[in-house]
């Protein structure tokens, strides 16, 4: 783990640049992403935010490999990023662990695809369960555990092949409010260790902020970098932070900016179907007025 | 209704503190109205949750064996039903419609059975039957299961497979028995091609079924935890196809039985089906009988070993969203 852990210093460098998605063909032609410029910094941790739809996790999508874009290019280490592989490790919003493996064996399956010997493969799992606080549930089948574990689980196993860096595609947004901000912890804690570079999507405000060195903003459809913002709370955070007035600064910012992106993409909507009736000013920019 | 004892121990315990509760909130009342509210939330509940936890070991012994208690007396009722309609039947020569005046009564098949039992004769036949379904059989899974991987997986494998397969699959594999005599060079390759092809079908549909059932994401997290094409296949889409597979086994093994015993009627020397004819050749009806049950008992006797085969190779299905109904 040690070696890991100084390497994975300056390795782990995520640069999209320039990135276009277009979806369908000719009269049906969807633009998802547009002009996407990003970066994530060896061992720093950088969420994507935005309205749903804005193509959020299309980017993941092509960082992670499954998919690749119309114009421009994602790189890893200056490598350009063509198939799904070990170095980059995913946490998907679906909880993806395998139905007929034990716990155990989810999180070794990494390392027994890369050829890692039975042994190895256990100290390695072992250890990691033991992180995570389920080594008691190492021999229990995904069925048998609460979305949390799961979760969990699928951190600890995409971390297991020590990638450079690791995508989470709203990996808590299945679970309720309660589990939610104790996972944001146990990742935040897990992160801490590691020091491996995340690419961290969310539509959660708060969770950006409490886990992130640095924000993303991205618009509605298409979606485009709309501002870049810098997390100064210091490290290690903790729980207590989020009350804080440099939190809730920062909260009110994002706010604003995601307020106004969600608004547009509901815009042609609200115009069509005249919400006026429900109580709400529709004006050039959507939404005006709640009562 | 097995649970009556256990219900009754827990509403004891869950009404016990509900008793004392109403006790305090009779005293408390006369000396303000707002103390009872608050008691009310607080009180009754830590002294249920420790009797429920404790009940719930000891009942769950009981309940099992009781549960198969009642599975076996069913079992016994839904074959002894069969018994007694076949016994009466035959006991008072019953003629409506259908006759049983030339049916054989259970006893006379007993003797059947106990005579054929003696001699080599009818057990070379069991054996012979046997065997060949399970080669059969076997031939169908090695090829039906890779086939239904792969043509699962890849749209291009399905559009070269496919309508040749849609095309085969709706000829009953007893249509298959003159065709089969002709192209195999002997008796026995024939019958065996017969029952692959009853159960190449469920088997090889099945699978497809199975792959395209499978959640895209399974195979998105094999990937990008560094499986390779064969690899995803062996590690990832073989298992969670798995218990669709299963089905199509279960399926297939009916249908190679159907079409092992319309194959050995028509062409085959020994064999049960073999057996089975030759005894109405022969006007020997309590052979007949013999040799229907003896169908029924080994087709029983597969489905039973696949599913247990199935029961110790998916032990994760135990726990499956919607397995405890």
């Known amino acids: 783990m040690n070696t890991q852990q100084i390497s994975a210093v300056d390795k782990g460098l995520i640069d999209v640049r320039d990135m276009g998605v277009v979806f369908g063909a000719n009269d049906n032609e969807v633009v998802a992403v547009q002009d996407v410029s990003l970066n994530v910094q060896p061992g720093e941790f950088v969420s994507l935010i935005g309205p749903s739809g804005c193509g959020k996790s299309t980017i993941l999508s092509i960082v992670a490999g499954f998919m690749a874009p119309t114009t421009g290019e994602a790189r890893l280490d200056d490598k350009p990023i063509t198939k799904p592989g070990s170095d980059r490790g995913v946490v998907f919003q679906q909880y993806s662990l395998f139905p007929w493996l034990t716990v155990r064996k989810n999180v070794e399956f990494g390392l027994k695809m890369a050829g890692v010997d039975a042994g190895k493969r256990d100290v390695t799992a072992r250890s990691l369960l033991d992180l995570a606080g389920l080594l008691s549930f190492a021999d229990h089948y995904p069925d048998q555990l609460s979305g949390g574990m799961k979760q969990r689980i699928g951190i600890i196993r995409a971390l297991a092949t020590s990638p450079q860096v690791l995508l989470m595609d709203e990996p808590f947004g299945a679970l309720d409010t309660q589990t939610r901000v104790v996972m944001q912890e146990i990742l935040t804690n897990i992160w801490q260790q590691f020091r491996i570079s995340v690419l961290f999507i969310t539509h959660d405000i708060e969770e950006s902020i409490f886990l992130s060195d640095r924000i993303y903003v991205m618009t509605a459809r298409p979606g485009r970098i709309k501002a870049e913002i810098k997390v100064p709370l210091p490290r290690p955070r903790t729980a207590e932070m989020t009350t804080t007035p440099e939190f809730m600064a920062l909260v009110q910012k994002l706010k604003g900016l995601i307020r106004e992106e969600s608004l547009a993409a509901m815009e042609p909507e609200l115009k069509s179907r005249g919400l006026a009736g429900f109580g709400?000013?529709?004006?050039?920019?959507?939404v005006g007025e709640i009562f | 209704m097995f649970n009556r004892e256990r219900m009754q121990k827990a509403r004891i315990s869950l009404v016990d503190p509900q008793a004392e509760?109403?006790?305090?909130?009779?005293?408390?009342?006369?000396?303000?109205?707002?103390?009872?509210?608050?008691?009310?939330?607080?009180?009754?509940?830590?002294?249920?949750?420790?009797?429920?936890g404790a009940l719930k070991m000891k009942p769950l012994l009981e309940r099992i064996t009781r549960d198969q208690v009642i599975t076996a007396l069913l079992a016994c009722l839904s074959i002894g039903a069969l018994f007694l309609f076949w016994y009466l039947g035959t006991k008072y020569r019953l003629e409506f419609y259908i006759r049983f005046k030339n049916v054989p009564t259970p006893y006379e098949v007993f003797r059947q059975?106990?005579?054929?039992?003696?001699?080599?004769?009818?057990?070379?036949n069991v054996v012979y039957s046997v065997r060949r379904i399970l080669l059969g059989f076997a031939i169908a899974i090695a090829v039906?299961?890779?086939?239904?991987?792969?043509?699962?997986?890849?749209?291009?494998?399905?559009?070269?497979?496919?309508?040749?397969?849609?095309?085969?699959r709706p000829i009953p594999a007893i249509a298959w028995v003159p065709m089969s005599i002709m192209l195999w060079p002997n008796?026995?390759?024939?019958?065996?091609?017969?029952?692959?092809?009853?159960?190449?079908?469920?088997?090889?549909?099945?699978?497809?079924?199975?792959?395209?059932?499978?959640?895209?994401?399974?195979?998105?997290?094999g990937r990008c935890l560094g499986a390779g094409e064969v690899r995803l296949f062996w590690n990832v889409i073989l298992p969670g196809s798995l218990p669709h597979i299963f089905t199509g086994l279960a399926v297939g093994m009916g249908v190679a039985w159907v079409s092992l015993i319309a194959a050995e009627m028509i062409s085959g020397q020994f064999g049960v089906g073999y057996f089975t004819w030759e005894a109405y050749s022969l006007v020997n009806y309590p052979a007949i009988v013999l040799g229907m049950i003896t169908i029924g008992v080994l087709g029983l006797v597969c489905s039973g070993i696949i599913r247990l085969c199935g029961i110790l190779m998916m032990p994760w299905l135990a726990y499956a969203p919607g397995s405890k109904k």
Do not use: W
């Open chain 1, 280 to 286: 709400m000013n529709v004006g050039p920019k959507g």
């Open chain 2, 187 to 221: 008796n026995e390759s024939a019958i065996v091609f017969i029952t692959f092809i009853g159960a190449f079908f469920p088997i090889l549909l099945n699978t497809v079924h199975g792959v395209h059932s499978m959640d895209g994401v399974l195979i998105r997290a």
């Open chain 2, 113 to 124: 059975a106990v005579e054929v039992g003696a001699s080599n004769k009818f057990l070379v």
């Open chain 2, 144 to 168: 039906g299961v890779p086939l239904g991987l792969v043509i699962g997986k890849y749209r291009r494998v399905s559009d070269l497979f496919m309508p040749a397969v849609e095309i085969l």
């Open chain 2, 21 to 52: 509760y109403q006790a305090t909130v009779t005293t408390v009342e006369t000396e303000s109205v707002k103390a009872p509210a608050v008691q009310a939330t607080v009180i009754p509940q830590p002294a249920p949750e420790v009797e429920i």
